[in-house]
């Protein structure tokens, strides 16, 4: 049970890694998001020595959470700005 703590632990760790990079990356790809995973999963890899397999799914995982981060952002915002408010 401990050694499977640890792994979630790390693995959230991880994806909270791939997170930020998404985040501070964004902008430099503005139409090319496979580039932005696959750097995303490189950034892993190499800088944090992260298996090449979980890298993607954490990546995969990020991105999926940064989208939805996106979707709420422009859902906000639309309700703000409706002609009727």
Known sequence: MRTEACSTEYQDSMRKAALAFLLRHQSEHLTHDSQLLERT???????????????RKLAELAYSELDAVHDRQRLSSTQHHTPFS
């Open 41 to 55: 999963v490189t950034h892993l890899v190499n800088a944090l020595e992260v298996n090449a397999v979980l890298a």
